[in-house]
Structures are given as C-alpha cells and as structure tokens.
C-alpha cells in the first residue's frame, strides 16, 4: 500500500531522528523532497543529503545529514505540515507571515519552484504552503 502523504512522512523523520539526536536519516528518494531538504540546507536547518540506491527494496533513498549545536541540541525545534493532500493552504505574496517572529521559516510550492517565504516575496509570487520550520 502506498503512502498518502510523503512530504509528511519526510519532516516526521527528520523531527523523530532529530529528537532521538541521531547524526543522519535515510527516507526514500523523490524530487520535490529533495528539493525541499536542500531549502532546509542552504536555510541552515541541516548539514548535508545523498542521494543512494535504497538497501531494500527498489528505488533511491536521501540519506539525510541532521545538524546540531555544541550542546548536542537540534538545531530544528519544530516542523509542521500545513497543506496536506486533504487539505491544500495556498497564499499570496503579499499574505505570507512571519514564522516564530522571523526566526522560522515557510517552505512553499510555485511556479518558480521550491522557494523559503522571503524568496517568494521577493519574486512576488504565491504558492502551495507546503511547511513551517523554526
């Protein structure tokens, strides 16, 4: 059976890998998750991904880097789903908030592609909310 909604099964497991402060994740490969972990990168939320033939199994896997502070702490306090398959968000430019007073951010789908909050405002356009990460 497959999964209904892949994008919630990825920040899932990067949130239960990161609590239980292991150094990387493993989840299976497709091109709209791979490019919202390499947004969570260039943002700073995690170190590095690979992209491997899966050990089970068909198909490709991103093995996930997390990233921690000097206290072994997450550097990702919280992640959440907002558009989900059942239940599409979609915003305009100009309706985009701040996320934790600015020190989060919102991952969205446009026409443009993957872009954080603050690119899409700058390109002036709207898109599919797809995420919050603070």
């Not at 398959?85 to 443009?112: C, D, E, M, W």
């Not at 993957?114 to 919050?132: F, H, M, N, P, T």
Request: charged share 30%; with cysteine.
């Amino acid at each position: 059976m497959g999964m209904t909604d892949p994008i919630a099964d990825l920040l899932t497991r990067i949130r239960n890998a990161s609590r239980a402060r292991h150094q990387r994740v493993a989840v299976p490969w497709s091109r709209l998750k791979e490019n919202i972990v390499k947004i969570l990168i260039q943002e700073g939320y995690l170190k590095d991904q690979k992209k491997v033939k899966a050990s089970i199994g068909g198909g490709d896997e991103i093995v996930i880097q997390l990233k921690f502070d000097r206290e072994s702490r997450p550097i990702i306090s919280g992640m959440k789903r907002v558009s989900s398959p059942g239940r599409r968000v979609y915003v305009g430019a100009k309706a985009l908030t701040p996320v934790r007073k600015g020190l989060g951010i919102h991952v969205l789908s446009t026409p443009k592609g993957i872009l954080v909050d603050r690119e899409a405002q700058k390109a002036k356009v709207g898109g599919e909310l797809i995420c919050s990460v603070w």
